[in-house]
Structure formats: C-alpha cells, structure tokens
C-alpha cells in the first residue's frame, strides 16, 4: 500500500472557500475597528498638542495659543507662537470631525493656565463620540466617552 502525506486539492478548496466565508463574515467588523481606532488615535494627538502647547507657554513664561479650525474641508489643529503659525499643521483625518459649533481658540499663559474650560467634541463616520475636556482654573485635559 501507498501511504503518501499531503493534502488533496478537494481538502485545500475547502479550506479556502471556508476562510474566504470567514474574512467576508468579519470584515464590515473590522471596519468598525478601524474607525474607532483612528478615533482614539486623533483624541490622544489633539490632547498631546494641547499639553505639548501647555508646557511649551511654562518652559518659555509666554502665551500660547491652539487654534481648532473645523469649518472648513480641512480640520486642523493649529499651534501659534505669538502671531506665528508653528508648523507643521495637525490634520484631522477626513474619516474624524470635531463637532464643536464654532471655532476654538485656547490661550496658555506663562503658568499653564488655560484661558477657557471647554470641551472638545470628536466623532467618527460610526458615530462614536469622544470628549476632550479642558479644565479652566487647573489646565486639566481628559477624555471621557460622551
């Protein structure tokens, strides 16, 4: 008797179609994934420039100012240092909006105070919400779900 190892081209067929049913099964999942992800990941960039800007206005006992501009096709967080833009700009992905009503504008004195509380409203296309808050007296920044 023959005794070959492997496996036949029925037994490989099956195995693909079946993986192929699973992958067409999970994918729209994934995307939900992804989205949310890519959320999270702009919440904790538009909280590390607010910080980032927050300790530069101590560092160097000026006043800075973040800039979120939304009403446009292409939101931004931009960093001023007196009158000047610092570059590069924090482009949000068109995937994430800031849902605010209006522009935001948030000063940082010398000793890392903000000149409002407020909060920063982040939506994807699967409409989940994330909330940046801002603290007014200490310059708290957090994330809440909202």
Partial sequence: MLHRKGFTLIEMLLCLVLLGFIVT??????K??????????????????????QITAIRENCTLRVVCL????????????GLKPQYPYYT??????IVNPS?????????????????I???N????????VIQPVSGRILIRAD
Avoid at 25 to 30: A, H, I
Avoid at 44 to 53: A, D, M
Avoid at 70 to 81: G, L, N
Avoid at 104 to 118: A, D, E, F, R, V
């Fill in 25 to 30: 099964l999970t994918l729209p999942k994934l």
């Fill in 92 to 97: 949000l992905p068109s995937s994430v909006k």
């Fill in 125 to 132: 296309r699967m409409n989940t919400r994330l909330a940046i």
């Fill in 32 to 53: 939900g994934v992804l989205d949310d992800w890519k959320l999270h990941m702009v919440v904790r960039e538009i909280t590390f420039q607010l910080r980032k800007t």
């Fill in 103 to 119: 522009t935001l504008n948030i000063s940082y004195n010398p000793k890392g105070t903000p000149s409002i509380g407020c909060t």
């Fill in 70 to 81: 939304y009403q446009s096709e292409e939101q931004r967080i931009v960093r001023y240092y």
């Fill in 121 to 123: 409203r982040v939506t």
